[in-house]
């Protein structure tokens, strides 16, 4: 079996006395979402739709393959949140280009509505997490952030030279 070289480190040279890191990120990414997702349900919109609407802000007319590649999404869960936005009126689906296999999203005038609507309780969410750090702490969360996903992506990548990939979750469910 293929294995990722080792790198020899210690609980206490990572300043991890009591909490690991990844627990910590992996709790706060939650009580983000779960924070959103309280507001977000004010506008009658799930965090799994939010997540679509503002890929579509900034790249509308994408295939389900691209959606779901950049939410980093499957494409089953890319469809079914696809198929209720649709029955929603936030999105269309069309073929692009006489493709028929390949339906691409558009927002409609009602998608296009809830950028004004949904984005200020995205700011007001970060607003509240980042409440009683300062300037340069904030700078510094993002800098130190930024950083450790680089080198887990990094991490990744090595993995994927030498064969490794990250199971599916059914592959897992078989063991």
Do not use: C, Y
Request: glycine share 6%; proline share 2%; net charge positive.
């Amino acid at each position: 079996m293929t294995e990722l070289p080792r790198k020899e480190v210690t609980a206490q040279r990572l300043g991890q006395t009591e909490e690991r890191i990844a627990r910590l990120v992996r709790l706060a990414a939650r009580a983000f979402n779960r924070s959103l997702q309280i507001r977000l349900n004010t506008e009658g919109v799930t965090f799994g739709q939010w997540i679509f609407l503002r890929i579509l802000w900034t790249n509308d007319g994408l295939s389900q393959r691209e959606l779901s590649e950049k939410a980093q999404l499957t494409e089953p869960t890319a469809h079914t949140a696809l198929l209720r936005m649709e029955e929603l009126g936030f999105i269309t689906r069309q073929n692009v280009g006489g493709n028929r296999r390949r339906q691409h999203a558009f927002l409609t005038e009602k998608g296009w509505a809830l950028r004004d609507r949904l984005e200020p309780l995205a700011v007001e969410t970060n607003a509240l997490a980042v409440e009683g750090l300062s300037e340069e702490e904030v700078r510094a969360l993002r800098r130190a952030l930024g950083l450790m996903i680089r080198n887990l992506e990094q991490d990744e990548k090595n993995g994927a030279e030498l064969g490794l990939k990250v199971p599916s979750t059914r592959s897992l469910n078989s063991l």
